[in-house]
């Protein structure tokens, strides 16, 4: 399997476009699940990225949730709850600075690809 490079700007249109095949409705809120294992010794460096972007990401419009949990079993297997209004929403998003540098350090960070899930709330 070839490994998909995520860069500032250039896979926006693959990440929007990935995430509006899971959602019957692109204006309704729904959530994303972000699976990720990082390569050995960088854990540090991933919660310094992710708590910088939190702050930020908390701030941009739509977003409801934004946080990196730990498995509890595998301290290199990490899972990112997203929660947001709106794919516009999101879209926005994924085109702002901060976003784009934490999608360019995957690259350094991370093992395989992210495997992302999409889910919409029933009520």
Not at 28 to 48: K, S
Request: proline share 5%; hydrophobic share 45%.
């Amino acid at each position: 399997m070839e490994q998909k490079v995520f860069t500032p700007a250039g896979d926006v249109a693959a990440i929007v476009g990935m995430v509006r095949k899971g959602l019957a409705d692109p204006t309704r809120p729904f959530v994303l699940l972000v699976q990720f294992r990082v390569r050995a010794g960088v854990n540090a460096r991933v919660r310094a990225l992710f708590a910088d972007a939190k702050i930020h990401t908390l701030r941009d419009r739509g977003c409801i949730t934004f946080d990196l949990n730990e498995h509890a079993n595998d301290t290199r297997h990490y899972v990112v709850h997203e929660k947001w209004h709106t794919l516009a929403d999101l879209d926005a998003h994924l085109r702002t600075p901060h976003a784009g540098r934490l999608r360019t350090a995957y690259n350094d960070l991370i093992e395989g690809l992210p495997e992302v899930t999409v889910l919409v709330p029933v009520s």
